[in-house]
């Protein structure tokens, strides 16, 4: 027997009109019940904006989530000077940015959603609806609740975007009213089971499939479908994906039959071709997308890093180049890019918003140094990385571009472990983009980044240098979280972690602390004369060992 209640709350949001229904349930058995607790719905939703919170839509650790969405939006296109209305879900329109072909430089328009915990950041909204329903994975240490609420947002920002009449409407907007999103949630008590997406759908291959997520709430160490089945990496990512060729007239991506993802890539295209770094390689398609499709935001923590080079500037795009080589080698593909011997996603971030920026400490010597001592410094060192996941359609390769956090452990012993870090909101997918890229990660004012640090022992001192604004919390079971704001676009330190220690040796035992307190103390069967053990039998003197017990 149980109690079933219901409440039903209308209320102006800005400029969305927002309701909610939520059904009170006696706990659940299993994951049997499917009654859904909340169901959330905006009308109108904020398009003049990347991202809009909903702060009264917080959701819980192993939610259940289905998202429906439908409707029409009126978009300004500053190079017409006119409105266009175009559908929220499935645009077929789009707006030329002036280039024209062959060029291909032109956009199509998405509504966004972000469920943390469900989605990889703010993700085209068609491509939920396509997977769901979803579910938000187990919460890690230090989550709070402004981490766990709804975000909407569209991908082409202009204040004059809106829902009046457009001077322009389309076949896709015939019969069809205003946006509106309908959120279906059902909370569970048990972890959600994720099987593997592939090979039960042959079109999963390469879906992100992650099973926990990061301090962020974004995907944690994903891989891919098929690697998730198979394991090791898809026989070949460009091929399986139709080398991400586009239709006409209408530029949408074709991604194979079957597709090789469920998911709604989305693309940044290049308007310089004319760039040495814009040119496709040999045996790319000329119909292929000229930018990169991307997958979304995700965070890499088991691997290592190596430093490539930098890339010069103009007419190159004086981005820094770098290989993170995965542990489990995932998201891996044949086209992953190959340095020395190591294979693994590129990692690119523009030098004039990242590394130019940098003053102090260690990141001021990788500033300063050329790309051979670069590579002294940075490789093969443990790091963590936060990126925009996708694939570099002219070149081939898998990458984070950009890169928004990195941090990498510049040493790690007996007596310390320190990490360089930096992170920023947002970053430039570089020259063969042609937009800046804004993650939306915990973007409650002013925004911020969170690192768990691995830590083998129990932080007895925690010392972080350089940063705008830093803040950590050692209570994590062998980890350190820290968390770094964004009062500017960039944040950048080292944090020294170090090991409650034996400050004194036990009797039988030899060893000196070391300058933070993390000597090495060792059994001693003679006598100990401070770092030295002698012989049974023998005496210290003078800090040295004697057959006599009379000193000098």
């Known amino acids: 027997m149980f109690r079933r209640g219901t409440y039903l709350c209308l209320f102006l949001l800005a400029a969305s009109m927002v309701s909610c229904r939520k059904d009170d349930q006696t706990p659940e058995t299993g994951r049997m019940r499917q009654a859904v607790d909340i169901s959330y719905r905006v009308d109108q939703p904020d398009v003049t904006h990347h991202d809009h919170v909903y702060s009264d839509m917080v959701f819980q650790q192993y939610d259940e989530v289905t998202v429906q969405a439908g409707g029409c939006v009126t978009i300004w296109d500053p190079n017409a000077g006119l409105s266009r209305a175009f559908h929220y879900v499935h645009p077929h329109g789009y707006m030329d940015r002036g280039i024209g072909p062959p060029f291909n430089a032109v956009e199509h328009w998405h509504g966004l959603i972000q469920i943390p915990g469900a989605t990889a950041g703010l993700e085209p909204i068609a491509s939920v609806i396509a997977r769901s329903p979803i579910y938000i994975r187990a919460l890690p240490p230090g989550v709070d609740p402004s981490q766990l609420q709804l975000a909407l947002g569209y991908d082409y920002v202009d204040s004059r975007n809106g829902y009046g009449p457009a001077t322009i409407s389309s076949d896709e907007c015939i019969a069809e009213g205003p946006a509106w999103v309908v959120v279906n949630v059902t909370h569970h008590l048990q ?55 586009l239709s006409t007239p209408d530029y949408q991506l074709l991604l194979g039959s079957p597709p090789c993802s469920t998911h709604l890539l989305t693309g940044n295209w290049t308007s310089r071709r004319g760039l040495p770094t814009c040119n496709p390689d040999d045996g790319i398609p000329s119909d292929a997308l000229h930018g990169h499709a991307n997958w979304g935001w995700a965070t890499f923590t088991s691997g290592t890093i190596y430093y490539n080079d930098y890339s010069g500037g103009w007419p190159y795009d004086s981005d820094a180049n770098a290989v993170y080589y995965a542990d489990n080698r995932s998201v891996f593909t044949t086209n992953t890019h190959v340095f020395g011997s190591v294979t693994g996603l590129d990692l690119e971030f523009l030098q004039d918003e990242t590394t130019d920026q940098m003053h102090s400490g260690w990141w001021n010597a990788f500033r300063q140094a050329d790309d051979p001592t670069r590579r002294n410094m940075m490789n093969g060192q443990p790091a963590q990385v936060v990126g925009l996941l996708g694939i570099d359609v002219i070149h081939g390769n898998m990458e984070l571009h950009p890169v928004l956090g990195m941090a990498v452990q510049i040493r790690s012993d007996a007596a310390l472990n320190t990490w360089a870090v930096f992170a920023r909101p947002w970053g430039n997918e570089g020259a063969c983009g042609n937009s800046i890229v804004d993650s939306a990660i915990n973007n409650y004012p002013p925004g911020d980044m969170r690192f768990m640090l691995p830590v083998s022992f129990t932080p007895a001192a925690i010392t972080t240098r350089y940063f705008s ?84």
């Open 191 to 245: 972890p959600p089971i994720l099987p593997c997406p592939y090979p039960a759908n042959p079109s999963s291959r390469m879906d992100m499939y992650w099973t926990a997520v990061d301090a962020n709430m974004l995907p944690l160490n994903p891989m891919w479908g098929q690697q998730c089945f198979v394991g090791l990496y898809p026989a070949a990512g460009m091929f399986e994906c139709n080398y991400f060729r």
């Open 469 to 552: 604004e830093a803040y950590v919390d050692s209570s994590v079971p062998g980890a350190v979280l820290l968390r770094l704001r964004f009062p500017g676009p960039l944040n950048y330190g080292e944090i020294d972690i170090a090991p409650t220690c034996i400050q004194q040796c036990p009797p039988g035992q030899c060893g000196t602390p070391e300058p933070y307190g993390c000597g090495t103390c060792w059994t001693c069967t003679g006598t100990c004369c401070n770092t030295t053990c002698c012989p049974a039998g023998s005496y210290c003197c003078d800090d040295q060992c004697s057959p006599s017990p009379q000193c000098r």
